[in-house]
């Protein structure tokens, strides 16, 4: 299946402003995330960033970069932006949606993602354990899952806080596997009801009636949301170094 990563950037984050730049280990995040996803050695990588301090960091350690008009909605829109900038997107099959503040994902993760895809889901994602200090957490987007099998299943709902959690709940990691047709036809989806009262951009998709087929993995490192975030992930990082 001919795939791509496409790594969405945006430096005016609500909650947490310059955040592609802000440098772990000396290192920016956006260059840690795509250096991720090129060891995956799964398909060619992309940022598709708003701003040119992101797009002349990624040209200048070799990688590709492609700039989107900041003022799209969504990360998705800015993938579907440089989707359409790229030459030979017509070979393309699966586009692969890699957040930007995900740097210590591991690249076996990453080539995970596009299981759904293979399996007749036209959106993929994952998802791990929801540990005890996340359940009430706004921050940790749940999902129920309904299994197939030991490690496929399909999200029956998403959520931030709920009262009572089952056990086929886990913690929603935010990276997408799409089928080309559903990523253009996503794009110009309006917002559902569900999607803006919950502020979970999923709800598009499975209110129009998209399927989400969902993988599961374990032990998936933290992302970045917020400056707390960062503070554990660059411990966590330093401790790494630190033991070699």
């Not at 309006?190 to 502020?199: A, Q, T, V």
């Not at 999923?202 to 374990?218: F, K, L, N, T």
């Not at 707390?228 to 033991?243: C, F, G, H, M, P």
Request: glycine residues 4%; contains cysteine.
């Amino acid at each position: 299946m001919k795939s791509i990563i496409i790594i969405p950037s945006r430096m005016a984050s609500t909650r947490f402003p310059g955040k592609p730049l802000v440098k772990i280990h000396g290192i920016p995040m956006i260059q840690r995330v795509w250096q991720q996803a090129i060891n995956a050695d799964l398909a060619d990588v992309y940022v598709a960033c708003s701003e040119t301090e992101v797009y002349d960091l990624i040209t200048s350690v070799g990688g590709k970069a492609i700039l989107t008009d900041p003022n799209l909605p969504s990360g998705t829109d800015r993938i579907y932006s440089a989707f359409n900038q790229i030459k030979n997107s017509s070979e393309i099959e699966c586009v692969i949606n890699l957040q930007g503040d995900m740097p210590m994902i591991k690249s076996e993760h990453i080539r995970k993602v596009i299981e759904p895809i293979k399996h007749n889901f036209s959106l993929g994602t994952l998802v791990t354990t929801l540990q005890d200090n996340e359940k009430s957490n706004p921050n940790v987007t749940k999902a129920l899952i309904d299994w197939k099998d030991n490690s496929l299943g399909q999200a029956v709902e998403f959520f931030r806080l709920k009262n009572k959690i089952n056990n086929n709940t886990f913690h929603h990691v935010g990276i997408y596997s799409y089928s080309v047709e559903t990523l253009k036809k996503f794009v110009i989806l309006p917002k559902s009801k569900n999607e803006i009262s919950l502020n979970l951009e999923q709800y598009r998709a499975m209110d129009a009636g998209i399927s989400i087929g969902v993988i599961y993995v374990p032990e998936i490192p933290p992302s970045i949301d917020t400056k707390e975030d960062l503070i554990k992930v660059e411990s966590i990082i330093r401790a790494y170094y630190e033991k070699d």
